[in-house]
């Protein structure tokens, strides 16, 4: 059937379409736990104004990264150390995570100033993309696909850390779960480097990150009682009556 349609006189506009619409898929996918690592270390800023700033000038600057890549991606990929410092890289932020003090409150980097976290998101967004960009080269070798998949994809990733910024505050397990989920990544661009036969096939990668944000958004924070408005205003009444 694809073959009869991709055949016919409007071949050309029918495949870049369903090609495009795979990569637009295939970038949401594999956002998610990228978004999540970005909004993690976004968040270390406590500040909204300036979290929304780190992700616009950080996302910017990882759009033109990641752009970079994809046009040298096929020089890129025949250098294995490109792989390993993605790989390196994102074991270094789940390893720090996991490892920090209880009482700086897990995060894996206490910012001192925005123009420190804007590298991290940019350094991030690059090391997922090593694994997203070589699945996109695999899918279609039409590099304006490419490029317009991985906009379409940047842009949903920075709507998407933006969402997950406000969900760290509501639910207990979100941000292991994402650090977990990085975790995954790292370990699966470490093994593309020492044994490729190993590498977990896509579908397993998506399914046990899957379970892992399921678990992740299975609990919300127990938000205090005190901030309930019937607990103020029946303490607004006491004082008053008193």
């Known amino acids: 059937m694809l073959d009869q349609i991709f055949n016919s006189p409007f071949n050309i506009g029918i495949e870049t379409l369903f090609l495009l619409i795979v990569l637009v898929a295939m970038e949401a996918v594999l956002s998610a736990d990228n978004a999540i690592a970005l909004a993690a270390l976004t968040q270390t800023l406590q500040n909204p104004a300036l979290e929304r700033r780190a992700l616009n000038i950080g996302l910017g600057l990882a759009y033109v990264l990641r752009m970079l890549l994809i046009a040298s991606a096929t020089w890129i990929i025949q250098f294995w150390q490109f792989e390993l410092a993605g790989a390196l890289y994102l074991l270094w932020l789940a390893w720090q995570y996991f490892t920090i003090e209880p ?3 897990r995060n894996p980097t206490q ?5 420190q976290i804007i590298p991290l998101l940019a350094l991030t967004d690059l090391a997922f993309s090593l694994d997203s960009v070589t699945t996109a080269i695999a899918i279609s070798q039409e590099l ?4 317009l998949g991985g906009t379409i994809g940047v842009i949903a ?3 998407l850390a933006g969402l997950f910024i406000h969900w ?3 639910f207990t397990h979100l941000e292991d779960a994402g650090y977990l989920a990085v ?15 190993l590498v977990p096939p ?4 998506v399914s046990l990150i899957g379970l892992l944000f399921a678990w992740g958004f299975s609990r919300r924070i127990q938000k205090p009682l005190q901030n309930s408005p019937e607990i103020r205003e029946t303490a607004i009444e006491s004082l008053q009556k008193s």
Not at 111 to 115: E, F
């Open 103 to 105: 009482s700086n409150s």
């Open 111 to 115: 910012a001192r100033s925005l123009w």
């Open 144 to 147: 304006w696909l490419i490029i």
């Open 157 to 159: 990733l920075r709507f």
């Open 168 to 170: 760290l505050e509501e």
């Open 183 to 197: 975790a995954l990544v790292g370990l699966r661009l470490l093994l593309r480097v020492v044994s490729p036969d």
């Open 202 to 205: 896509e579908w397993a990668m």
